[in-house]
T-cell receptor, first 112, second 112 residues
Framework: KAGVTQTPRYLIKTRGQQVTLSCSPI?????VSWYQQTPGQGLQFLFE???????NKGNFPGRFSGRQFSNSRSEMNVSTLELGDSALYLC???????????FGSGTQLSVL | GQNIDQPTEMTATEGAIVQINCTYQ??????LFWYQQHAGEAPTFLSY????GLEEKGRFSSFLSRSKGYSYLLLKELQMKDSASYLC?????????????FGKGTKLSVIP
């Protein structure tokens, strides 16, 4: 069974640009969560989608948005990039009655 | 809201035992997770505790005391490959939520 797949693996953008990150969950998993990981703050919850609906949202500005498609694949978008958005963005999927999250390898975003 | 504390770094010797502590404060508790993350890789699930007591899984054990807001991860017979960051995470009470609040992680270095 394939794991959680995130693309691209690395991204370099400049301030003011926007970026879209993609996540394909494990087959059969309907919940997809997004986290931001930085050395100073650790992993911080961005949002969670289940069956194309956002169920929870963390304390991030509206520049951070996401969506989920009918096949459970998810995208997150960050508009008007700031230097502080440089981070590893991790996607995690979960499904069935399991409680644990399965993480992808992440997208390393660098904002110059 | 939730606050999770764990030591920033620890060093232990190959073959020894190490205990990584985690304390948390939360308004609603619905489970505690431990994840392992090697540098540049995705976090991987180690253990889940929702009731008080010890959960053992091979060389890894995790303990929870809900009344004390305290957990620890015990690693036995340390191997060099155990050098990684160990993340403590708490799930808030709430139906259908896969939102986790993570501590900043404990970087464990195993030395010969």
């Amino acid at each position: 069974k394939a794991g959680v797949t995130q693309t691209p693996r690395y991204l370099i953008k400049t301030r003011g640009q926007q970026v879209t990150l993609s996540c394909s969950p494990i087959s059969g998993h309907r919940s997809v969560s997004w986290y931001q990981q930085t050395p100073g703050q650790g992993l911080q919850f961005l949002f969670e989608y289940f069956s194309e609906t956002q169920r929870n949202k963390g304390n991030f500005p509206g520049r951070f948005s996401g969506r989920q498609f009918s096949n459970s694949r998810s995208e997150m978008n960050v508009s008007t990039l700031e230097l502080g958005d440089s981070a590893l963005y991790l996607c995690a999927s979960s499904g069935g009655s399991g409680e644990k999250l399965f993480f992808g390898s992440g997208t390393q975003l660098s904002v110059l | 809201g939730q606050n999770i504390d764990q030591p920033t770094e620890m060093t232990a010797t190959e073959g020894a035992i190490v205990q990584i502590n985690c304390t948390y404060q939360t308004s609603g508790f619905n489970g505690l997770f431990w994840y392992q993350q090697h540098a540049g890789e995705a976090p991987t699930f180690l253990s889940y505790n929702v009731l008080d007591g010890l959960e053992e899984k091979g060389r890894f054990s995790s303990f929870l005391s809900r009344s004390k807001g305290y957990s620890y991860l015990l690693l036995k017979e340390l191997q060099m490959k155990d050098s990684a960051s160990y993340l403590c995470a708490v799930r808030e009470a709430g139906a259908g939520s896969y939102q986790l609040t993570f501590g900043k992680g404990t970087k464990l270095s195993v030395i010969p």
